[in-house]
């Protein structure tokens, strides 16, 4: 999956597609690695993408096995994604991924969720300085939520 960047620098032009997504039919976003650069993992980037820009198809993939996982294949096919949904640096996406897919084997608790939550929405207000595992596993927790805030304001 590519990710291009625009010539003012606003937005990603994101086309691909990923299979044995877990649960795609019910997320609100994507965190997504994508290739922004060269060859190599120094060449991925993680964008988070809201499940409902244009260009997005999710579609269920027949699993054999956990019939209940809601495995899915996701199509991108030029999804327009603000620059700001960059998450971290460019070319340091392969690790983020690497360290939350690490992270996501551990059970939450709802307490900790909602303190994740908070601190995920002051770190952004702050504008404070937080490391890439932080950042990543907080950042989409921010996003829905501002997502929500946003619609309730409507």
Same mark, same amino acid.
């Given at each position: ?59 269920? +993939? ?77 950042? +989409?927790?921010? +996003? ?11």
């Amino acid at each position: 999956t590519t990710a291009v960047k625009s010539a003012d620098g606003s937005h990603y032009m994101v086309n691909g597609q990923k299979k044995f997504i877990t649960g795609g039919l019910m997320v609100g976003w994507f965190s997504t690695l994508v290739r922004t650069g060269g060859p190599g993992i120094g060449g991925l980037s993680l964008l988070a993408i809201d499940a409902n820009t244009p260009g997005i198809t999710v579609r269920k +993939l027949k699993a054999q096995g956990w019939w209940s996982g809601n495995t899915t294949s996701v199509s991108f096919d030029d999804c327009k994604v603000p620059a700001k949904y960059l998450i971290g640096e460019e070319g340091n996406g392969f690790l983020m991924m690497a360290a939350v897919m690490n992270l996501s084997l551990i059970h939450i608790s709802e307490p900790t969720r909602l303190l994740s939550i908070s601190y995920a929405v002051f770190c952004l207000k702050k504008k404070k300085k937080t490391s890439s595992r932080e950042t990543t596993s907080h950042l +989409l927790y921010c +996003l829905e939520y501002d997502k929500q805030q946003t619609t309730s304001k409507k």
